[in-house]
């Protein structure tokens, strides 16, 4: 434990404090059970260290950080740890990376029971594992989700314009005050293409050189190692599996013809649609359906997009089409706090069974939302508002 400790203090030492992620103020830091779950690379373990030092950079014998892949745990339990760490007194347990752990789901639930006085916060990187195993911890959690950056956000850690978010209804209903507001303090449109193509995945602000290469390896990690340990994926499809991505990544807005995708990554029509939703669970693409309501177990999806826009970067094989890059940016940044629907009417959305909204350029016309109610043109190219069309960017301020 000693060595634990010590590894904790060191990273404590090297972590910044300089910017924090919105996510640290929605957390309740009082519950006793805490799980942040998250894609590789968007900033978890950053988040819980940053954390740690706000509140315990002086108490070393309350709060106690490691990483469940750590070497220490091939030689002792997670259980013996928390009792050592109860019995000198410790109060907050951070564990990182729980699904490198065989039975963390069991133990964590065991420790809560027996010692009601420690608080537990845990990360995963797979959120196949952390969904599946929950089960045991679903009177007991409080989960939280964390995605990559906000447009809001990049502009926030690389520019160091501070602006707050904004709701989707003050967005949508306010957007003349808002777009006042952001153009008083920045000329958004200078920095959103650079965000579109990096600014999603914190780890850029260690150099752009390697960023897309850091992507591919973070992919290549989720789809030969977790997916089969996590999924049952056969490691024999390994390579089909990355095909299918590959093929999805050229082709989004993907409408789905599974006949037609079973061909091309010799798959069958089962397997691509199961493949799918592992592929959606881990964060590298976004599956829309027209009723999520009556989305059923293997169920074709309406439409497939890559999960966010620095991905469909790094990982196609042709020049990015603007059109797919917005309705990309629009799902991802909308489907975080929102519920997104295909719509087979009119629109490209309907939000929340409650507003529709179509993505274009600047010389988008309104004919296709006409007569609609609560209906929206999200346009790029636009620095303000102008009626009921409201610059793409605007929706990058929703965290």
Not at 42 to 56: A, E, F, I, R, S
Request: aromatic share 12%.
């Amino acid at each position: 434990m000693d060595t634990l400790i010590r590894r904790y203090k060191r990273l404590l030492t090297a972590t910044s404090t300089t910017y924090i992620r919105s996510l640290m103020d929605t957390i309740n830091w009082d519950n006793r059970l805490i799980a942040i779950r998250g894609a590789r690379g968007v900033g978890k373990t950053t988040l819980m260290l940053q954390y740690l030092k706000l509140h315990y950079a002086n108490d070393s014998q309350s709060a106690l950080y490691t990483s469940l892949d750590s070497l220490y745990f091939t030689q002792h339990t997670l259980s013996e740890l928390a009792e050592q760490f109860y019995l000198k007194g410790g109060k907050c347990l951070f564990l990182d990376e729980v699904h490198k752990y065989p039975s963390w789901s069991k133990e964590i639930k065991n420790i809560y029971d027996e010692f009601p006085e420690l608080k537990i916060v845990f990360t995963g990187s797979s959120l196949l594992q952390l969904l599946n195993a929950e089960a045991d911890l679903s009177r007991r959690c409080i989960s939280y989700n964390m995605q990559g950056l906000s447009y809001r956000e990049y502009l926030k850690l690389f520019h160091q314009i501070h602006i707050r978010p904004y709701t989707l209804e003050e967005i949508l209903e306010s957007s003349d005050g808002i777009c006042n507001e952001v153009n008083s303090q920045c000329r958004p449109l200078a920095h959103f293409e650079d965000y579109l193509k990096h600014g999603y995945y914190p780890f850029y602000l260690e150099g752009n050189a390697e960023y897309y290469t850091r992507i591919e390896n973070i992919t290549n990690l989720i789809l030969e190692i977790e997916l089969p340990q996590q999924c049952g994926v056969d490691i024999s499809n390994v390579r089909k599996l990355k095909s299918l991505l590959g093929i999805l990544s050229s082709e989004v807005p993907f409408m789905v013809d599974i006949t037609k995708l079973s061909a091309l990554a010799e798959l069958s029509r089962t397997t691509i649609l199961a493949y799918l939703q592992y592929l959606d669970r881990a964060k590298l693409i976004h599956l829309l359906y027209s009723d999520n309501d009556s989305i059923k177990k293997l169920q074709k999806p309406d439409k497939i997009y890559m999960e966010n826009t620095n991905l469909l970067y790094a990982l196609t094989f042709k020049d990015v089409n603007k059109g797919t890059l917005r309705e990309v940016f629009m799902v991802n940044q909308l489907s975080y706090q929102h519920r997104v629907e295909y719509c087979t009417r009119s629109a490209d959305y309907t939000i929340d069974s409650k507003y529709t909204i179509e993505v274009g350029g600047k010389s988008k016309d309104g004919k296709q939302i006409a007569g609609s109610k609560q209906a929206f043109i999200a346009a790029d190219d636009i620095e303000y508002s102008a009626g009921n069309k409201i610059p793409l960017w605007a929706f990058g301020f929703l965290y």
